[in-house]
Structure formats: C-alpha cells, structure tokens
C-alpha cells in the first residue's frame, strides 16, 4: 500500500473520501442508560466536536458543541422539556439544532425572530437495544440495522465502551483476522502467567467468504474437526466497522483519525431457571485501558489485548511499512471492499450494507456458531458442564473493570449470585 492509500482508508474528518463513507452508516456512540444521571455529554465523532444530550421528555439530541450566539460550550448547557439550553446568554436549541429561544432578543426585539434565522448542526439519533446510534450522513439515513441479537430473548445485556488512542482501521482489521486468536489470546494469555506453558493448537487452515453485511473468516485449529462452528459458521467482520462473535458486537467508531471509541453491546443467555428474563435496563460502563499501576496497558482480558495490538500500530499504522503473508487474505479483501465502496458512493449508488427496506430490516439474521445455546437455552447444569460457556460463569472475560454491580446483577440473573468474583487483575486462560 502507499502512503496516499493509506491517507483515503485512515482520514475520516469532514471533507474526507473515507470519512464520507462511514458517514453512510449509523453508528452507536453511548449506552442509553449512561444519561440517568448526567444529561449532557461533550463527545467528539468523526473528527467533530459534538454535544450529546438527552432532554425532559427523554429525547436525545446530537448537536455542534460551539453555541451560535458567541461560542460558549454548549456541553456545559442544561436540558430542558425539548432540547439544550446554553448556559452564557441562554439560547436553546431543539434537536434539529434550530435556535428556539433568545431570551434577550425576545423581550427586546421579538417581531424580529432572530432565533429562526440562527440553525446550529445537529445530527439524527436514535436508541435502539440500549445504544444510542446517530447518523451523519446526507439525507434521507437508511435503515438503523436490526440485527437479531437485539431481540433475543431472556438475555442479560451489557454495554462497554472504551476509548482507544490509534485509528479505527487498524481496530476494524482486527475484526478479519482468524490467526491472531492463537497467539495474541491463547498463546500470550497463557505465557504471561507461566513462562514455560506450552503453546495451544496451530491453525490448520483459515478461511474468507463475503456477504451481504460483512465479510465472513474461518478458522480450523488442528485439535478441532472440519464439522467445528469455527470453520463450518466462522465469525463475521460485520460492515463496515463491527466484529461480531455470535454473543457479542464491537464496533470501532472514529472520534477522529488518531482516536477510536470501541463500543461492546454483550449478550448472556440466562439458563432455563431463570426464565422468563426481562432486562429493565442495560448497564453501560467505561472500560479503563491502562493498568494505574504500572501506567501500561491492561493485559489480562480478551479485548484489552486486542487494544495493544491496535495501539501497538502506531496511532495510525504506516501500511507502507507492512508485510503481508498467506494470513492476511481477509485484510486485503476488507481494505479492496471500503475502496469499492467509495467508488460505488461517489458513483450515486448505496454502499456495501447499506439498508433502505424496512421489511428486511427485522432481526437480520447473521452468522452465528452458538445459535442454538443463545436463542434456546441451557439449564444452569448444562452451562456449568460446557466447556465454553461455563467460564462466563466464573467472571466476566471480555473487558477489564467491569463494576461489580454489573457483575452482581449478572450473577442474579443467571442464578449463581453468593458465587465468588474472580481478582478482575488476573490474565483469562482461553
Ligand atoms: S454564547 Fe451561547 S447564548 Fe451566548
Ligand atoms: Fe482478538
């Protein structure tokens, strides 16, 4: 790749080729819960300084942060019935951004109706499964992705979201990479507690197939049969910026070109006692990247060691520098897939994933090798004798820091709440 290919696929600012196709696609930015208490939250997507706000009536807004008035920061404005409230002059905006109110100007001058000629940008959002989604592209937005997972039922969900100092496409290439798996989880994970463990299985062979919504790999360790759900259903790196696993989605949202917000949306079957399981609210939580004690990176859960990796790069990985080999397949098919798109978005057609008809917006289905435990069940004895569900049971493995009244209410609603928690320091064996 030369450095002017890797400029297109890594700029994602306004004005950008890159940028303007992500801007495509709804993107999840925060857990709706995390509004309960704390209404208004500066958040930077896309390289722009935005204010994301939830009002009185339980709107949320996404709006410019600099006020039209004088430019005061509108993330330290006050919600009221419909819309934000700048905290100088007073100023409110609705959430298409329109000025509603000047309260000086209206006493004074009313008949002049300043306010409707004053318009600051402001952004579609939506809340669907617990995540607050916004849309930045040009109108009309397509469909938000029902995908199926989000009507799963008896599920305990949880929501993390980490910020990630490097570029989302090195975050995003992660996603359609079968090989990693041996040695940055199980070979790593293992030799940082013991460093004479022994290796786990190779990989015999991996596999790349596209569809609709994203690209597909397969993995087929020597230990495993060809009839595994590894190799025969594989893992998708979902389009354009999610991986999804069967159990759980991670997207990698730009902040800005040097910044990713990694968004977690986790699902966890509740064993047949439990049911019927209905979740009021999903807890979102901030996952921390670096250990205060040592001030390096946390290494003991799956996705932070996939952090390393992605910080490792560089904040944005110089691909001048790369060398490809027989892995790489997927990488290759995912950066030619983003440069099609841009191709096919400037030519007037809809990208790779994009959804317009809400009839086939439904519970989309997509691969997933656990189907049958996640949509049917397990009695708590079964998931305690499986061999990979039942690790979830002793601690939450994804992410370091999870609150323990997260961890808590999980355990509740599984039904092994008195079970003790595992030192949230200690490396996962996988
Ligand atoms: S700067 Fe916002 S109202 Fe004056
Ligand atoms: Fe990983």
């Given at each position: 790749m030369d450095a002017a290919e890797n400029d297109l696929l890594t700029r994602i600012g306004p004005g950008t080729r890159m940028g303007a196709l992500l801007r495509r696609h709804w993107m999840p930015i925060a857990g709706a819960s995390e509004f309960e208490e704390s209404r208004v939250k500066p958040v930077r997507l896309m390289g722009e300084d935005l204010v994301l706000y939830k009002d009185l009536s339980g709107n949320f807004g996404l709006v410019e942060r600099a006020c039209a008035h004088r430019r005061a920061d509108l993330s330290y404005g006050f919600v009221e019935k419909c819309g934000l409230r700048c905290n100088y002059h007073g100023w409110a905006y609705d959430q298409t951004g329109q000025c509603v109110e000047m309260p000086y100007e209206d006493t004074v001058a009313a008949k002049a109706k300043y306010k409707d000629k004053v318009k600051i940008l402001a952004y579609p959002v939506k809340v669907h499964a617990g995540l607050v989604w916004t849309y930045m592209g040009p109108l009309p937005a397509p469909e938000l992705p029902d995908w199926e997972p989000f009507s799963w039922a008896n599920g305990f969900r949880q929501i993390i979201i980490s910020e990630i100092p490097c570029n989302w496409l090195q975050c995003q290439e992660n996603s359609i990479d079968p090989v990693h798996f041996e040695w940055m989880h199980t070979n790593w994970s293992r030799r940082q507690t013991d460093i004479e463990a022994e290796l786990g299985p190779k990989h015999a062979k991996v596999g790349f197939d596209s569809f609709d919504y994203g690209l597909i790999y397969r993995r087929q360790r020597e230990d495993l049969p060809e009839d595994h759900s590894m190799w025969t259903v594989g893992r998708v790196a979902l389009w354009p910026n999610c991986f999804f696993l069967g159990d759980h989605f991670e997207w990698r949202v730009p902040i800005d070109d040097e910044n990713t917000l990694s968004v977690s949306w986790v699902f966890s079957r509740v064993p047949h006692e439990s049911e019927p399981y209905i979740q009021e609210v999903i807890p979102a939580w901030r996952g921390p990247i670096t250990d205060p004690e040592t001030g390096r990176w946390i290494s003991t859960h799956v996705i932070n060691q996939d952090f390393i990796a992605w910080v490792g790069q560089g904040r944005?990985?110089?691909?001048?520098k790369e060398r490809l080999g027989l892995s790489d397949r997927g990488i290759q098919m995912l950066r030619r897939q983003l440069l099609d798109d841009i191709e096919a978005m400037e030519a007037g057609q809809d990208p790779k994933g994009i959804i317009r008809d809400p009839a086939i917006n439904q519970a989309i289905e997509l691969p997933v090798a656990e189907r049958e435990v996640l949509t049917k069940g397990m009695s708590l004895a079964e998931f305690k004798a499986h061999?990979?569900?039942?690790?979830?049971l002793e601690r939450f493995m994804f992410q370091a820091g999870q609150p323990p009244e997260v961890w808590q209410a999980y355990c509740e609603a599984m039904g092994t709440a008195g079970a003790p928690a595992i030192d949230d320091r200690k490396v996962i064996e996988i």
């Open positions: 944005i990985a110089d691909r001048t061999p990979v569900f039942s690790k979830h």
